[in-house]
């Protein structure tokens, strides 16, 4: 499985955009990578995924370049309740669900 | 919205006690997963579960772990003679619904908190 790099801690203030990059040196041609949320004592739950160039929903957006060694989950314009854990995630194709949590980033938004 | 629902919330018990964590996965979901995650440390995989088999499973999941799916709509997770190592937040989670196949959006409970002591 393929290894991620990311930031441990980041701050930010209210209504600021957060960027949050991952880098992924030896992910495969057939890997996905996806962004998941962790509150405190809760389960993390799914934010984005994409394979290349640009993914939105209604959360985040995240951008990944044509080499694929990296990847930017960014928030528009953060509340205190975006106050969590972010993890990147690198997965291989369907067959293979076992998703690798690392230590994720601490994202600290402040009023 | 559909959730994944977990009991017990918290459960405590004495080191060698048998314990079956219990998971309602999303109705019309066909995969199955547990992970853990002992305090202020990672999620970590245990295993995944589809068409009634385990179909990959961690180091973390020995002999002493099983899990089963006894009816249409229980996921469970038992622990035969728990470690003191054994306390975590133990997470199930559900994947690929209908006619999508799996898209990498697991969808993760609120967790079962176990205490051994």
């Known amino acids: 499985l393929a290894k991620t790099t990311q930031p441990i801690s980041m701050d930010s203030y209210e209504g600021q955009e957060v960027n949050i990059t991952c880098s992924h040196n030896n992910i495969a041609t057939n890997d996905y990578i996806t962004w998941y949320q962790q509150f405190p004592s809760q389960g993390p739950r799914f934010i984005i995924q994409?394979?290349?160039t640009k993914v939105t929903n209604e959360v985040a957006s995240l951008f990944i370049p044509a080499d694929r060694k990296s990847s930017t989950l960014s928030l528009p314009r953060v509340s205190l309740s975006d106050t969590a854990v972010y993890y990147c995630l690198v997965r291989g194709r369907a067959g293979s669900y076992q998703l690798t949590f690392g230590k994720g980033t601490k994202l600290s938004v402040i009023p | 919205e559909p959730e994944v629902t977990q009991t017990p919330s918290h459960q405590v018990t004495q080191m060698g006690q048998e314990v079956i964590l219990r998971c309602v996965p999303i109705?019309?979901?066909?995969?199955f997963y547990w992970y853990r995650q002992i305090l202020g440390q990672k999620v970590e995989f245990l295993v995944s579960f589809y068409n009634n088999e385990i179909s990959e499973k961690s180091e973390i999941f020995d002999d002493q772990f099983s899990v089963e799916r006894p009816d249409g709509s229980n996921f469970t997770l038992k622990i035969r003679s728990t470690k003191l190592e054994d306390s975590a937040m133990y997470f199930c989670?559900?994947?690929?619904?209908?006619?999508?196949?799996?898209?990498?959006?697991?969808?993760f409970g609120e967790g079962s908190r176990l205490t051994v002591l």
């Open positions: 109705s019309n979901h066909l995969y």
């Open positions: 989670a559900s994947s690929g619904g209908g006619r999508v196949l799996n898209t990498g959006e697991l969808f």
């Open positions: 994409g394979y290349k």
